[in-house]
């Protein structure tokens, strides 16, 4: 069982970064990013659900970010444009697995996630 993710980097505020997440060795029902900044908890930023493409977004991020994905393969995608100095943080990647335990307004809470990958760190320069 394993979640890769990638992406990650140095960027000033106004780039662009595409972090990756691979799901290996098992099916997913969807995935999700979130991200912890420094002494901070965790917070929800993006989900899709395969079926009927259903994604969810974090109010601050919405119009910058956008979440993709090949359900195929298990591998979701966050595009992340008009980064700002606040969007610093490890970026983790999640799995739900069918049979899913997260109903679709519920898609921001983590406890629903079965596996979670290693984070890439995200920091973005003023």
């Known amino acids: 069982v394993q979640l890769q993710a990638s992406g990650g980097g140095l960027v000033e505020a106004g780039g662009s970064l595409k972090l990756s997440c691979a799901a290996s060795?098992?099916?997913?029902?969807?995935m999700a990013w979130f991200r912890q900044a420094p002494g901070k908890e965790r917070e929800f930023v993006a989900a899709i659900r395969w079926s009927g493409r259903v994604t969810r977004y974090k109010d601050s991020v919405n119009g910058r970010f956008t979440i993709s994905g090949d359900n195929a393969k298990n591998t979701v995608y966050l595009q992340m444009n008009s980064l700002k100095p606040e969007d610093t943080a490890v970026y983790y990647c999640?799995?739900?697995?069918?049979?899913?335990?997260?109903?679709?307004?519920?898609?921001?809470?983590?406890?629903?996630?079965?596996?979670w990958g290693q984070g890439t760190q995200v920091t973005v320069s003023s």
């Open positions: 060795s098992f099916s997913t029902y969807g």
């Open positions: 999640a799995a739900d697995t069918p049979p899913s335990r997260i109903i679709v307004s519920a898609l921001g809470d983590s406890r629903g996630y079965d596996y």
